[in-house]
């Protein structure tokens, strides 16, 4: 296999559960606890800003409401991010990807993206993520991309090919290793509950690293390390602390 450049440890959504999610705040409450690599989820307005969001519609982690993907980013940019999770956070706007790269790059921090698309802005958010992120990390040791939706991670190979990619799956579904293969993947994440030492064996045979999401059980990360593992996410940054 290549060198892996990403440390094992990643915070989820920033450190998503201490401060509100993929927010800068949490980015900053992660690295408070160790961490030099995150996990974050981005996806577009509707003008084609590169933002961090988790979900479809703007309501559980915003005061907005409906899609993203049908608001211009002057008008996401005036939401409240953070209010929903704790009163000290109120106000804390949605950060722009390039806020984002700034703060990791500044921090020697590295960086998966998990490219979110909105229901049927696949291959545009794809693209548009993988062009964005060559842009903000030239130069530099560029973040993994990744996504769920394989026609993402297709729009994200054909705009910038030698950007690193992984494919997510949170069930082993019919055609998945096919599927990583077309995309050219440097990686596979997994629900770590379908992650074992026969399933990271064979993806290093293939050449790809095995990476876990969302571990916040310290007896389960030991496991998996001593299994091979090559990256785990987790919500624990309080916990789990990377070594």
């Known amino acids: 296999m290549k060198p892996w450049p990403y440390p094992l440890w990643l915070a989820h959504r920033g450190a998503g559960k201490i401060a509100p999610e993929n927010t800068l705040a949490a980015f900053r409450a992660g690295a408070g606890f160790g961490y030099r690599a995150f996990e974050c989820d981005v996806k577009l307005s509707r003008d084609g800003e590169a933002f961090l969001l988790h979900d479809d519609t703007l309501e559980r982690t915003s005061s907005g409401q409906g899609s993203p993907a049908a608001q211009d980013w002057a008008d996401l940019a005036r939401l409240d991010a953070g209010a929903w999770h704790s009163p ?3 106000a804390e706007p ?9 703060f990791c790059q500044a921090n020697g921090c590295m960086l998966n993206v998990e490219i979110k698309p909105c229901p049927g802005d696949e291959v545009r958010t794809g693209a548009a993520v993988a062009r964005e992120a060559a842009r903000l990390w030239r130069g530099a040791l560029p973040p993994l991309l990744s996504s769920f939706k394989p026609e993402a991670l297709a729009a994200a ?10 494919l997510l799956l949170d069930q082993l579904w019919d055609g998945w290793w096919q599927a990583a293969e077309q995309l050219d993947v440097v990686a596979v994440i997994t629900n770590y509950r379908l992650m074992d030492g026969a399933l990271i064996k064979r993806l290093h045979g293939r050449g ?15 496991r998996l390390i001593a299994d091979g593992i090559d990256g785990i996410i987790t919500d624990a940054v309080d916990r789990l602390r990377p070594v």
């Open 88 to 90: 000290p956070y109120a």
């Open 157 to 166: 190979r054909d705009a910038e090919p030698t950007l690193p990619r992984a």
């Open 94 to 102: 949605l950060p722009r990807f390039a806020q984002v790269a700034a």
């Open 208 to 222: 790809w690293r095995a990476l876990v999401y969302t571990v916040n059980d310290e007896a389960v990360a030991k």
